[in-house]
């Protein structure tokens, strides 16, 4: 070894070229991209589910009012509570809707009240909702059926 020798040589790191920086900061920044779509698809994600939600129990709660309104008339013109068939019959709903499903929710005749619940829990809906011959339509926040006693929607 002789004097001009540095010592050191062996440890100094190698000297890079403009290209292969410029190649390695692009892979840094299309990497801090990538997770920067993918939390905010993340946090995006629940937010859609929550508004697609709501727009299905707001369209349930339009449907129980439909099918009640249908039971009125159809009380006023035959003298009793129709079925789901019956109200499909005599022109006082859609077809689709005498399957008693719409929206993502089920929706049951019993006697002159009218009870929907989501047919998957917190997918379709987290609300049920129960009406009768006032037209007041109930809501419930919960898989339980909603009843008379529980408070009014708004």
Request: charged share 20%.
């Amino acid at each position: 070894m002789s004097p001009f020798d540095d010592p050191f040589s062996a440890h100094r790191p190698r000297a890079r070229s403009k290209r292969q920086i410029l190649a390695r900061l692009a892979v840094a920044v299309a990497g801090m991209a990538a997770l920067w779509i993918l939390a905010d698809a993340s946090l995006a994600v629940p937010r859609r589910t929550s508004a697609r939600m709501y727009s299905q129990e707001i369209a349930a709660i339009a449907t129980v009012r439909t099918l009640e309104t249908a039971e009125a008339r159809y009380r006023a013109q035959f003298n009793r509570c129709g079925s789901f068939r019956e109200l499909a019959h005599a022109g006082m709903i859609d077809t689709p809707l005498a399957s008693g499903f719409h929206s993502g929710y089920e929706f049951v005749l019993t006697g002159c009240t009218v009870q929907a619940a989501p047919t998957l829990y917190n997918e379709s809906g987290s609300r049920t909702f129960y009406c009768d011959e006032t037209m007041v339509v109930h809501e419930h926040y919960g898989p339980e059926p909603a009843t008379a006693r529980d408070p009014q929607t708004k």
